[in-house]
C-alpha cells in the first residue's frame, strides 16, 4: 500500500508511514501499550527494567500491547505518543529505562551501583517520546 509514493505498513487499524521502525514480536508476559521493551535471545520480547540486566538493553517501545504469548508491535526508532506518559517537565531531555517499574520511563538517569543507565529516547512533547535508543552502561561497571 503506498501514500504519495511512501509504503505504508499496517498494524491493526492504524497506519504508519515510512520513519517508523515498527516490528512485530512474540510476547514473555503482558505487554501494555508504551511500555519499553527488551528482546530475548529467542526473539520475544519482554518488559525492561533497568535494575535487572536480565531484562536489559531496552528494544524499543510497545505501539500495540500483546498477552503472554500473543503477537504485539513494537517501534524501534521514531515519534510515539502515548495517553500513559507524563513527560511534563522533561521536554527536549533524555528519557531513560525506569529502574522502579518493568516497562516503565524515568527522566533522571539510573544513578546506584549495578543500575544500567540507557536512554530510550527524549520528550518532544507531555505524552511524546522521540525513540532513539541509546547505549546501555551498568552503574559503576562497564558499558555492555
Known sequence: MTLHGRV?????A???ADG?????LRSLETITEGDVVYVNSSSYMGRA???ASSTMHGGGVAVKGANSGYIGAVRLAGRYASSNYNLSGA?????YVSTGTAGGLQIVPPSSSG???QVIGFAVGQRELLISLGISAQVGGAIF
Not at 8 to 12: E, F, K, Q, R, T
Open 20 to 24: 517508523f521502525a515498527d516490528v512485530s
Open 8 to 12: 505504508l505498513h499496517p498494524i491493526g
Open 115 to 117: 543500575q544500567i543507565v
Open 91 to 95: 521536554l527536549g531531555r533524555n528519557i
Open 49 to 51: 527494567q533497568a535494575n
Open 14 to 16: 492504524s497506519e504508519l
